[in-house]
């Protein structure tokens, strides 16, 4: 197996910068769908376990399960929320504005700080 890993990853190395960034963009999306799965996972066992007592319990879950089912949408409203801002971002234009010599800070006329001791 390790033999057969080896021989992928020089075959990837070997091959043109098209397949190498084919390859990054599926191992990265492989893994963050991994991550954000066991994450959604985490959450959702101690989400689910006060649920399981209260059920067993015999208690009404009523307002576990609104909050437990807004979970959810809340991540999604999140993430969604994330994406809009780097679109936004992603939108705008840089302005650089070039000043005048006499404008730039010259460091000769900052007056120099004194070293002072750390207790």
């Given amino acids: 197996m390790r033999e057969r890993i080896e021989n ?11 397949v190498k960034r084919f390859w ?17 996972a985490y959450s959702a066992l101690f989400t689910l376990a006060p649920r399981i007592e209260k059920i067993t319990s015999g208690e009404p879950n009523i307002a576990e ?13 999140s993430a969604r929320g994330i994406f809009r801002g780097v679109k936004r971002a992603a939108d705008t234009t840089n302005n650089v504005k070039i000043v005048p010599e006499d404008r730039n800070l010259i460091f000769d006329e900052l007056k120099p700080i004194p070293p002072t001791a750390l207790p």
């Fill in 8 to 18: 992928f990853v020089d075959t990837v190395r070997a091959s043109d910068e098209s």
């Fill in 24 to 40: 990054t963009l599926t191992f990265s999306a492989i893994a963050i769908v991994i991550v954000v799965g066991l994450w959604i």
């Fill in 65 to 77: 399960e609104a909050r437990g089912a807004g979970q959810l949408a809340t991540i999604f409203e």
